[in-house]
């Protein structure tokens, strides 16, 4: 039997810089967040007791990361009491005499793995073969399968397993196929116990029906942004004797982003309603968007920047869309813009519990006014 956990797509040494100039603060912990989603990983590696970690591609964000930065990476990969087996991914994808893998290899310590060729690994006294698939640039047409495709000399006592990195047909959004694209039918070609892709956030699969098939993609250990919707986890998977493959999925993310929408209606306040939505949402962690439609009362319109700015300190970053918002139609202003006691009047009255409505008729009185009604 052998454990293992499987990771992938940690991009260590993002900056974030998009986040930077807004919201510098939130920039540094985005960034900070990986690298204690990392610490995490090994203690729970630790705590699961697995024989591996296999972490398959897209480690640095890039290949700029210095070198004191590495030796932090290598520091924490160290702490690990199980082998830690890297390939690079297209993110740090290896060329020939690589320096930035170069100064990685240099770093890490004894129990860091790093396959740099497509060649076959056995670990000395373990009951597994990994076979690493290696990204050579940032973009490729064609996968990295090739080589294991035609490899003919597989180990059949032990467990195989092939690491790869680019998008799995079906998982990541690849249209035009230039990120080392993948098909099951490529996969099972290769004839492997178990694949352990990475590059997609996103883990897969995604129930517990189709761990069996033996194809993984780790998902990234700590939510990217707003548009990345993992959970920030990673696979603890077990092939036993009988090459049997089962799996579960651990949570290793510190911080996460989410969105949510609330609309306002006629008796709602805008406080309460934002105050209901993000109850029990611990702000230290938490990243919000927020999409905030309906009708707001005229003073909360109108104060409605406050009121984000009262919650915003609260979170990480907290971002407010409020395109669909509108101002109530209040009995005070219809009384403003209409003669009380007129047809008009009593009309847009009657119609005050139902705002659409009241904008609808309040547009028609308008028009008519105006002559434009035709
Ligand atoms: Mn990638």
Redesign the pocket.
């Known amino acids: 039997m052998i454990k293992l956990l499987h990771t992938g797509?940690w991009h260590l040494g993002r900056s974030y810089s998009s986040v930077q100039a807004e919201n510098p603060e939130a920039a540094a912990r985005y960034s900070g967040a990986r690298v204690e989603a990392l610490r995490n990983l090994i203690r729970t590696a630790g705590t699961e007791g697995v024989d591996y970690i296999v972490a398959a591609?897209?480690i640095f964000d890039s290949k700029q990361s210095s070198k004191d930065f590495i030796g932090t990476v290598c520091g924490i990969l160290a702490e690990a009491e199980c082998p830690v087996i890297i390939i690079p991914?297209?993110?740090d994808y290896y060329e020939q005499n690589d320096p930035f893998w170069k100064k990685v290899k240099d770093a890490a310590e004894e129990n860091t793995v790093i396959l740099t060729d497509s060649r076959p690994f056995e670990p000395a006294g373990g009951n597994a073969v990994f076979y690493p698939c290696i990204c050579h640039d940032r973009y490729s047409e064609g996968n990295a399968l090739l080589w294991l495709k035609e490899f003919k000399d597989r180990n059949e006592e032990k467990v195989n397993i092939g690491i790869a990195?680019g998008a799995l047909e079906g998982l990541s959004f690849d249209r035009e196929k230039k990120?080392y694209y993948m098909t099951r039918e490529e996969l099972t070609a290769c004839s492997m116990d178990l694949w352990l892709l990475?590059?997609s956030h996103v883990p897969y699969p995604n129930t517990e029906t189709i761990y069996g098939e033996g194809v993984f993609n780790a998902g990234t250990h700590q939510q990217t942004d707003m548009a990345d919707r993992s959970p920030g986890s990673a696979f603890i998977i077990t092939v036993d004797d009988d090459k049997q493959i089962s799996a579960k999925m651990v949570m290793t993310g510190v911080l996460h982003f989410r969105r949510l929408s609330i609309v306002i209606g006629r008796t709602d306040t805008l406080t309460d309603k934002i105050e209901r939505a993000i109850s029990g949402i611990n702000g230290d962690e938490y990243s919000l968007r927020i999409d905030i439609s309906g009708y707001a009362s005229p003073e909360d319109f109108e104060q409605r920047q406050a009121i984000y700015d009262f919650f915003s300190s609260r979170f990480i970053s907290f971002e407010v869309t409020d395109d669909g918002l509108k101002k109530q139609i209040t009995p005070k202003m219809i009384d403003a813009e209409t003669i009380e006691g007129t047809l008009e009047n009593r009309l847009l009255k009657k119609y005050t519990d139902a705002p659409e409505l009241l904008e609808l008729a309040m547009d028609i009185v308008e028009s008519c006014r105006k002559g434009e009604l035709s």
Request: aromatic letters at 10%; proline letters at 0%.
């Open positions: 797509d591609g897209d991914g297209n993110h990195h990120y990475g590059h």
